[in-house]
């Protein structure tokens, strides 16, 4: 695609149910990217993707997060059993590669509230 | 480890006038270093970059930016501000010999710039 796609834009959910949000990257992206930004705050690495695999995790916040990505395109962050800490805007973004100094495309984000 | 640090949360000029956004940053070895800003309602767009060379970056929109590696900081100007320049400004370091591809970004400046 032309840009990279986050669904849904917007998500209203109550504490303790699971949530998946999505994201598709730039093709030919081997990169994938997904950060959390807080209310005014900064952003926050969760994780990248090389491919289909993640060689990096460590910004997962807890066991409750986890991404995935298959077809080295679409990939899908998993939040089970949400609580209120959770709710911010999460980004995608993605680069043709992983390794040099690689621009990220970002999403316009999925903003998640927990109530 | 690697961090950036922005120390000012906000920064305001007057139209026409210069401005700075102040970064500075810690890596191992020699880094890459990105500004991106983000405007209201639209996703992070790429500014500029330093991988090497040139100490004096030029990117978009007029901006530029300078690294310094005594000092360790990578500062983004403009020299004559706009009002439409208003949104906010996040710096993002990656060490190239620190063992994973993540790119850290900083708290972010925002930047007002009055008429």
């Known amino acids: 695609g032309a840009g990279v796609s986050q669904s849904p834009s917007n998500k209203v959910t109550e504490k303790g149910k699971d949530v998946e949000l999505r994201c598709d990257p730039i093709?030919?992206?081997?990169?994938l990217y997904w950060y959390r930004q807080r209310l005014g705050q900064g952003l926050e690495f969760l994780i990248y993707?090389?491919?289909?695999?993640?060689?990096?995790k460590s910004g997962l916040p807890s066991d409750r997060f986890s991404a995935e990505r298959t077809g080295e395109s679409v990939s899908t962050l998993t939040i089970q059993r949400t609580q209120q800490e959770d709710s911010a805007v999460y980004l995608c973004?993605?680069?043709?590669?992983?390794?040099?100094?690689?621009?990220?495309?970002f999403g316009a984000g999925s903003r998640l509230t927990v109530l | 480890a690697q961090s950036v640090a922005q120390p000012e949360d906000q920064v305001n000029v007057a139209e026409g006038n210069p401005l700075t956004v102040k970064c500075t940053y810690s890596?191992?070895?020699?880094?890459?270093l990105f500004w991106y800003v983000q405007y209201p309602n639209r996703g992070l767009q790429f500014l500029l970059k330093?991988?090497?060379?040139?100490?004096l970056v030029k990117g978009s929109y007029g901006f530029e930016a300078e690294f310094n590696k005594s000092q360790t900081s990578f500062h983004l100007k403009k020299p004559s501000a706009l009002v439409s320049d208003s949104a906010l400004y996040f710096c993002?370091?990656?060490?190239?010999?620190?063992?994973?591809?993540?790119?850290?970004f900083g708290t972010g400046t925002r930047l007002k710039v009055l008429a």
């Open positions: 973004a993605s680069s043709l590669l992983a390794a040099g100094a690689n621009v990220l495309t």
């Open positions: 093709s030919g992206h081997t990169a």
């Open positions: 993707f090389q491919g289909n695999s993640a060689p990096d």
């Open positions: 890596v191992s070895g020699n880094p890459y």
């Open positions: 330093y991988i090497t060379g040139d100490n």
């Open positions: 993002a370091v990656r060490g190239p010999t620190s063992g994973t591809y993540k790119y850290i």
